[in-house]
């Protein structure tokens, strides 16, 4: 069974962020980035749990992005992918980046397509989503367990507290979440296979993005904590009432 | 638990000097190191006792002989990847770097240099997946400074030479498998040869009660009438040069090493004087304290142009051994200081075992005189830019 996991870059977490030309653009100068932590942690490394167990199929990583994403993408593959697709073109949005993934995925034949749950920088979390719809397949999010059973996924899906227990026949979309992996840090023997291991570079299908953005704009910074001794309850109740306005 | 919430730091913009390749090995030994280490070391180091368990996770982040051809079992990366493995795993715990650099630049790589093809074969795939290993026996009870006064000794018995002496100081040795040990021949000539554990009459004693490098074994090697086949002794390599190479390929590792103990000491006094308030004011925004910080970021700043600099030199074989201890001295001082600097911005917080300040600052003690001591590498660059020894 081939599995195809879709990576994104991110910028690290400790990363700066600025932007530039008026607020229209992210400002990519010295920040560092890293692979999306659920596609990596938890998406590709189930992946090629599965893999393992199955004893058959190859684990394909797929990243929509231009040359210097190549460093992300030998990450992956120092894990453990078999091969990588790199689409060459800027992810201009959620729609050209799933549809890109897409088209790609319908010359090939998977039975499962794996995406993180969200990103950690635009946390749109509709990839997954969006690649499904275009290629008329069923969707799971978020899944935090997932195991195959001849020809279907059973999934479980933390959701407002509760587990639900879902299955679903391939070929089918998930988006995986925490508790479907754990991390696992690359070995120097996977690191020394990544170096001639294929990343195939495809150009890009015709497809506008659907979204243009307009302005990045800070968060407001955060207002300070007010600090209550536990023994004056009233002043906490005050606070709440007029301060604060939720009771 | 102690979690690991080190920030790396890069103020000239360093990792553009650097590879892909070399990014993501950083990164995963850094990865390891918090994963693995920090979890444990402060426990380990506190109980003086080497976490044997890191054993297995050292061998596969590449830790044991990068730079060892793959046909050895090495990985055969270049002299920066080495150097950037011995960074990360010291900005854990020097101990932990200590056992690394034994076991790559004092063990495998001699073995690789001066060993027959049979001893290359028999030992380092061995030691590359740490299966085995090693220690190296060169300083004496009565001979740190000046090795070549060495008096362990070695006699020709015909299929075997009879080895007597002793070792002292000696990482690894109480619980390795081989040792690699330097000593003279009847005409006073150094000889290298491997003494394996079970040869009769070869004994590890413990040196107890160090306050340094607490999570590193160290202790003696004794060799009582051991009988060390002539196999086992390296066919070519005579004199101090032998085990000087060693000591070489080491003290480059140990340069990039001490980096990694002041970049963790510098990140965690800097997160330390952002968020501790006295005066209604963080730390961080008092003159003194900006200084101390500042001129810590300079000193790393220095080091890491430096050493990545004499890291492009080893690639090309044409870092000379002066070079390396211009860089070993300077590196080491300066994360010593910074250890000592760091410490007092956490005031009473930075002598507990909370922080990995202390510690770094007494391993560093040990590193400061291991391989070389400060003043032996001064003396190497006196005598290097004057042509005139100060050793005798
Ligand atoms: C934790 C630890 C682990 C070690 N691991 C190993 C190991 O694995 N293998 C191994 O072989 N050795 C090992 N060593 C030994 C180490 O290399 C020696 O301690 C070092 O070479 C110094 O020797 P010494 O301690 O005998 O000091 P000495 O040589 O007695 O020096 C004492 C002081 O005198 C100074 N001095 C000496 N000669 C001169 C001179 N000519 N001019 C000016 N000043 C001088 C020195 O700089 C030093 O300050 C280890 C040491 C430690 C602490």
Redesign the pocket.
Known sequence: MNILVCISKVPDTTSKIAFTDNNTRFDSSNVQYIVNPSDEWYALVRALELKEQLGTGKVSIITVGLAEDDAIIRKALAIGADDAIRINALPADSFFVASQIAEYAKTQDYKLVLTGKETIDYNNAEVGGMVAELLGWEFITPANKLDVESDKVRVESELGGEILVLEAPMPVVISAAKGMADQRIPNMRGIMAARTKPITVVEPFNVAPLVAIQKFEMPPAKAGVKLVDPENMEELVRLLHDEAKVI | MHTDKYQHHDYYLMDELLTDEHKLIRETVRSWVKKELSPIIEDYAQRAEFPKQLVNGLADIGAFGPYIPTDYGGQGLDQISYGIIMQELERGDSGIR?TAS?QSS?VMYPIYTFGSEEQRQKYLPKLATGEWIG?????????????GSMVTHIKDMGDYVLLNGA???????PFCNLAVV?AKDENGVIRGMVVERGMEGFSTPE?HN?W??RA?A?GELVFDNVKVPKENLFPDIRGLKG?LSCLNSARYGIAWGAIGAALDCYDTALRYAKERIQFNKPLASFQLQQKKLAEMITEITKAQLLTWRLGVLKNENRATPAQISMAKRNNVAMALHIAREARQILGAMGITGEYSIMRHSMNL??VV????????HL?ITGMDITGIS???
């Open positions: 200590s034994v004092l220690s190296f026996g060169l300083t004496e009870p009565s001979h740190g400074s000046d090795p070792k002292m100081w000696i990482s690894n040795a330097w040196t160090k340094s490098l590193s160290t085990p003690e040990s005189t291991y391989e070389g001591t400060h003043d032996i003396l100060a050793f005798q």
